[in-house]
């Protein structure tokens, strides 16, 4: 599947990065809940990434609509924006809330 096409879909995501945590490897804290859509291959091989945004809790799983997608024009492994559905930022908003990691790729948002 084209990662465009879930584009104004609905999906299921997985925390395994929940808002508060620390990443294993680089030691910054998760801003944002931060999971993954079971059963897709991404291009890093891996699931298919997610962040979700407008939660201010830590989460094991949200249900809302992609808003967004963040492709990354350095890296292989984009990364979906999920919301409630029904709710929506702007680039700015996406890219101030995703910064935390996304600051050290080139990436284009894809509406």
């Known amino acids: 599947m084209d990662i ?3 584009l104004g879909k609905i999906v299921d995501v997985k925390m ?19 999971g993954f859509i079971p059963n897709t291959v991404s291009g890093d091989g891996e699931e298919l990434d997610a962040y979700v945004l407008g939660e201010h809790k830590p989460l094991n799983e949200f249900t809302g609509r992609v808003i967004a997608i ?22 700015e908003q996406i890219r101030a809330l995703t910064e935390f990691q996304e600051q050290w790729f080139d990436s284009v948002i894809l509406r």
């Open 4 to 6: 465009k096409e879930y």
């Open 16 to 34: 395994d990065r929940p808002l508060g945590t620390t990443h294993p490897k680089h030691g910054f804290v998760y801003p944002v809940n931060y």
């Open 70 to 91: 963040i492709h990354r024009t350095n890296d292989n492994d984009d990364k979906l924006v999920v919301m409630k559905d029904g709710r929506n930022y702007t680039d």
